[in-house]
């Protein structure tokens, strides 16, 4: 059977809700994959109730012009400002916008504005162990079935990586193997819980130990040094977008891509129960009991 991801909340009596906006999504890195990611985001939601917000600390550098989504006007300005302005401007919708480091705390708290959204996207598009586990600990605070208003809502975490010419774009909802229990529906062919990316690849999540960590460089570095290839970042950006594109229709079957632009490969994963119980060491049945089973309870 073929397993489609259903992103909706649940309502008090277990069944999803039917959301008057389709998505919101926060989108933490404005660099080189996001800011093309941010762009496709906003050309997505064209027709759709959605909110989009961007997260970013950084500056617009004269290095960044023509390898990321910026041009000359915009250098020393703060990315996601940037960026917002002109896609809100671009396509005549509100694109919200910080400045500062993204944080659970001060950031999340976009998902639980003006009510429920049929997908909760949390977009990651940076380059290091920490930020992923910032983004991560989203997920580890509230769990997939975080209660909000008598509404039971899943926060879903789209994690973009990358390195020369290769990279994975990876998708789940919870860093608990036990919350994955029951995450397949019989005989419906829906899935309502993953593993996140951490749960999924760990080693995204460790930092390198300190005698052999080396000084981050950023997309635009990185591509000058001829340590990364010039189109990967538009690559991963329209590979996520294709998938958040998917989750919006309600037909995405995969939990995450793997490509080669050397090899010339693409591998999706499949959304599966062997899939997610060979990831998490759960029994095939506990992931997706056989009979009539009801949706997960609320952690």
Not at 265 to 277: E, F, G, I, S, W
Request: glycine content about 12%; proline content about 7%.
């Amino acid at each position: 059977m073929t397993y489609v991801i259903d992103t909706r909340p649940l309502g008090y009596d277990g069944r999803p809700l039917c959301c008057g906006r389709a998505a919101t999504i926060v989108l933490a890195g404005c660099g080189g994959t996001g800011s093309f990611l941010a762009d496709a985001i906003c050309r997505l939601r064209i027709g759709w109730e959605a909110r989009v917000f961007l997260v970013d600390m950084d500056r617009v550098e004269p290095r960044n012009v023509g390898r990321q989504a910026f041009d000359r006007r915009e250098v020393g300005r703060f990315k996601a400002e940037a960026l917002a302005e002109r896609l809100a401007r671009r396509y005549g919708r509100e694109v919200g916008y910080s400045v500062e480091p993204y944080d659970r705390g001060a950031h999340a708290g976009a998902f639980a504005e003006g009510g429920p959204s049929a997908l909760d996207l949390l977009v990651g598009a940076v380059d290091n162990a920490a930020a992923r586990r910032a983004l991560a600990a989203t997920l580890d605070g509230r769990g997939p079935y975080g209660g909000w208003g008598g509404v039971t809502r899943r926060t879903w975490l789209l994690d973009c990586g990358n390195e020369r010419n290769s990279g994975q774009v990876l998708l789940g909802n919870t860093m608990h193997r036990e919350a994955l229990r029951g995450a397949f529906l019989a005989g419906e062919g829906r899935c309502r819980a993953l593993p996140a990316p951490g749960l999924q690849r760990p080693d995204l999540l460790a930092s390198p130990p300190e005698p052999e960590r080396t000084p981050q460089l950023d997309c635009a570095e990185a591509v000058a040094l001829e340590l990364q290839g010039p189109t990967i970042n538009q690559v991963v950006a329209a590979i996520a977008a294709s998938m958040i594109e998917k989750l919006l229709a309600g037909t995405c079957a995969w939990m995450g891509v793997y490509f080669d632009l050397d090899a010339g490969t693409l591998r999706p994963v499949p959304t599966d129960p062997a899939t997610v119980a060979g990831i998490t060491g759960l029994h095939r049945n506990a992931v997706a009991p056989p009979g009539p089973r009801s949706a997960p309870e609320a952690a």
